[in-house]
């Protein structure tokens, strides 16, 4: 099965990922790999160029630096922060799968249906307001949206359906560049506008395409053993403020390529970026 990362930089000279981050999209890419197909990343031209410093660019079976094109597209990148991955899934021939660069898959797994998430989310959660609370500009929500739809979290998606795809996107693309929130609003106030266009119009675009979604596990398997996935987009906040515990992730993150992946350990010994890691001793 065919998946695809994404990685944004918005071609900023100061880009830089965490060590905890360098060894989950490591594992992400070669877990993957292992037990369900190809991987490709998807970036821009700063993005590329890191990785290639870092030596990390042939995690990936091939990378693409068509998110240079974003540039152009009129919507504003610090509301919309995962535009890049709805643009990558513009170019994806289906069937495919999106994945986090966060987010790891540890088994193979079989998709029998045209839609799967990871999980819903609650859409009584407080960053899913009503219509009401969007302001844009020269466009309107359509009148049948089903606003009582529990929301899709899309940090893994499988499509199957070319026809969903292409009605999630086109809306989603007129949505981002038409938003205008008021100037006062940042930070929690504007996370509305990129849950809604991203997980809750992906519940509605389903039901109007009379698509059916799977949810492939639920909040409290992700935060249990995790056996099948792993995703550490709420730790983030701390490992970012407790350098020791995110250290102890790396350690274990470099235990389990070294188990998994036995071939790549001498490769990542010797990396910058990740061989502090790999001294066990």
């Known amino acids: 099965m065919r998946a695809f990362h994404t990685l944004r930089t918005k071609n900023k000279s100061d880009f830089a990922l965490a060590d905890f981050e360098i060894f989950t999209l490591i594992l992400s890419a070669l877990e993957w ?27 990936w079976d091939g990378v693409e630096t068509s998110l240079d094109e974003m540039d152009k597209l009129g919507m504003d990148e610090n509301i919309f922060w995962a535009g890049a991955k709805l643009f990558a899934l513009s170019k994806q021939p289906l069937p495919c799968v999106m994945i986090d660069l966060d987010f790891i898959v540890w088994r193979s797994l079989n998709f029998d249906c045209k839609l799967a998430v990871i999980h819903r989310e609650s859409k009584n959660l407080s960053c899913y307001p009503d219509k ?24 893994l998606v499988y499509f199957g359906d070319k026809n969903f795809v292409a009605r999630y996107v086109e809306f989603a693309f007129e949505f981002m560049r038409a938003a205008e929130p008021l100037a006062n609003q940042s930070g929690w106030d504007l996370l509305p506008y990129m849950v809604f266009v991203e997980q809750r119009w992906f519940a509605m675009c389903a039901e109007l395409c009379g698509v059916e979604v799977q949810s492939l596990s639920d909040l409290e398997e992700l935060f249990g053993e995790q056996k099948t996935f792993t995703h550490i987009w709420g730790y983030k906040k701390f490992f970012r403020e407790n350098p020791a515990t995110a250290e102890k992730f790396c350690r274990d993150c470099a235990g389990r390529i070294v188990h998994d992946f036995p071939q790549t350990v001498e490769k990542f010994s010797r990396l910058p970026l990740t061989k502090k890691y790999f001294s066990f001793s």
């Open 33 to 59: 790999q292992k037990h369900n197909g190809e991987i490709f990343l998807y970036t821009d031209t700063t993005g590329k160029n890191f990785l290639r410093e870092a030596e990390l660019l042939d995690l």
């Open 132 to 155: 009401n609370y969007f302001r844009l500009k020269n466009f309107s929500l359509p009148e049948n949206l089903n606003w009582s739809l529990d929301p899709c979290n899309a940090a």
